[in-house]
Structure formats: C-alpha cells, structure tokens
C-alpha cells in the first residue's frame, strides 16, 4: 500500500510516499529555519503562508523522487492534530484536495503517533508493546505504546516542553535560532558538573515532568553572575543545563519501562537527536533495547506520518471531506 502523507504542523512542510508502513519511497522537506530566525522563533502566520506556497512542489518532488504518477497512490494521509492551528489547516486542506481529486481514502494522522512510526521506518523489527519517551520543541511524553494504534499517556511535562526549555535557554545565552543544535553544539565544551542545577519531581506522579523551575534555575546563574560581575561559563552552563534535562527524562523513561516490563524503549521527536540524551537512556537501559530513529527522521518530516497513517488504515481509520484540524488533540483518544 503506496500512502502520500503531508506534515504542517509546524515550520517544516514536508511530503512522503511511504509503502505499507515501513519503506520510504520518497521523503521531501522544506525548512524554513532561515525565515524564522529572524524573529528568533516560529511566527504561525509566515509559517502558513510558506506552507501554501510549497504543497503543490513539494507534493510533484514526492512522486518524481518515488517515480510514481498520481494514479500509483492508494491513500492520503495528514497530520490533523496537534501543533499549530494555521499550519496544519493547510495541510489538511491540501490532502483533503488530493484525496478528492484522486478518490483515495483520507486517513488522519496524530502528530505524536507520528514520531514514534519514525521508529519503524529505520527498524524493521520493531513491534509493540513498548515504552515511548517523545520529546520535541512542543511535546515531552511518556507512552505505553500496546500497539500500533494502541497507547496511554504514562508522564508527561506539566510546563514547558523539554525543547522548548533547550530554546529559550539557547536564546538567553545568545545562540543562533534553532537554539537547540547550537545548545548541545556549545554544551560539548562545556563541563556538566560547572554549575549545579536541580532535577524537579512532581508530587503525585513520579514520571511527570517539569522544567520551568530548572530554566529558572539557568536564568538565576546567569543572572548572579552579571550583577556580581563574574564571566559566566557558557559552555558549562548548556553542558550542566543539557545534563539536568537529559538526566530528568532518562530517569523517567527507565521508571516506565520498568513498571511495564517490556523489553524495549522508544526514544523519538525532535530532541531525540541530541547525543546526550542518547547516550544516558543507552546506559540507563541496561540490557533492554533501545529504537532510536537517524538523525534526518528525528525532526518533522511526512514519512513518519505515512508509516503511521499505514497502522491507523489498517485500524480502519478514515476521514471524509469534514476532516479537520486540532490544535491540540490527545495522542491517546
């Protein structure tokens, strides 16, 4: 089954062909990292119109890439929830177009799901049950994954989002946009033990997270340091401030996996790529596999939604022309 998925929930438009949930046929990304580091962040209307302005191309790159015509696929699919609302309507509108036009099933895909589907793509062997640690710029989620299209929410971050914390620490120093890559790029030099910085619990569920206290734990280094007139250390500050947030999910990510008693974590989402992170689940783990996507499939792209998209038609998911987006949807409903 040739799916032709669509991915705009964000600031990446992105079109994939992807064959029964595991082989990428053809997968295009368009960045728009250079418009929005003017503005130091993602502005939801520039983020929409570029999305419009890219659908048709990015869509045709698809096919010629995968050398397919447009009567080889056999279902459309889209990232219908959650990020931003503006952006994922256009996707949404467009695949519902294609659909129409082609007459093909429209198959709606959650974001989230999205990011852990990223897994199949590069292991072939991977199968449910599993635990699942999603961290991006906008989500940071424990999930027990019991199938394909099967999960419950274990944890999750009751403030902000572990990349969103990588981000703003990143703009504070005065790091390039996207702030995350320049973070862990500095944090490299830097020495984790330089400063200390707490590890927050949540009372009432030990695989909550919070990172507000620990941004304002950064915050407060750097600020004592300029109203005492002390150099700040920035390379051991990313490297403390990296550690703290990696150590905090990877303690949480190990809790869930043993609590479940699978034999198998899924790391996944954009933050995923930091090698920091990698590394302290790898040990933290043990003897227990860890499926971890490359680099490329790591960030937003629309294969991952078409290896979704595969599990949820084969669930019997369908949409009509009603279809529409949600800014924020839960990835267990």
């Known amino acids: 089954m040739r799916i032709l998925a669509f991915e705009t929930s964000c600031d990446e438009t992105a079109a994939a062909i992807v064959r029964d949930g595991r082989h990428i046929l ?10 929005h580091a003017l503005y130091g962040g993602v502005v939801p209307e520039l983020a929409s119109r570029r999305h419009m302005e890219s659908m048709v191309v990015l869509s045709e790159r698809a096919l010629d890439q995968a050398q397919l015509r447009k009567g080889d696929i056999d279902a459309v699919a889209a990232t219908h929830a959650p990020g931003l609302i503006g952006a994922l309507l256009v996707g949404v509108g467009f695949a519902k177009g294609v659909a129409f036009a082609l007459d093909k099933p429209l198959i709606p895909v959650h974001h989230i799901r999205g990011h852990i589907a990223a897994c199949y793509l590069a292991h072939p062997d991977l199968a449910p049950p599993f635990a699942a640690l999603v961290v991006s710029g906008g989500h940071t989620l424990i999930l027990d994954v019991r199938g394909y299209t099967e999960m419950g929410v274990m944890g999750s971050t009751r403030d902000d989002a572990a990349g969103e914390a990588f981000d703003k620490i990143a703009r504070v120093l005065g790091l390039a946009y996207p702030g995350g890559a320049a973070l862990e790029a ?19 569920n030990p695989l909550d997270m919070s990172f507000s206290g620990l941004k304002t734990a950064a915050l407060n280094v750097m600020g004592t340091a300029a109203a005492r007139g002390e150099p700040l250390d920035k390379a051991g500050l990313a490297a403390s401030f ?13 809790l869930a996996v043993e609590r479940l008693g699978y034999g198998a974590c899924v790391l996944a989402g954009g933050v995923a790529a930091n090698s920091t992170l990698r590394r302290l689940l790898r040990e933290a783990l043990g003897g227990r596999s860890l499926y971890m996507p490359p680099t ?25 022309m009603a279809l529409n987006a949600q800014a924020n949807y839960p990835v267990d409903s």
Not at 242 to 254: D, F, G, H, Q
């Open 26 to 35: 053809s997968n295009v990304v368009l960045s728009q990292t250079d418009l």
């Open 186 to 204: 500095l944090a490299a030099q830097g020495d984790p033990d330089a400063y200390r910085l707490p590890r927050p619990k949540v009372a009432g």
């Open 242 to 254: 990296t550690r703290a947030v990696c150590e905090t999910l990877v303690a949480r990510a190990a």
């Open 296 to 320: 490329p499939l790591c960030g937003d792209n629309a294969a991952m939604i078409g290896a979704q998209a595969y599990y949820e038609f084969q669930s019997g998911a369908r949409a009509d």
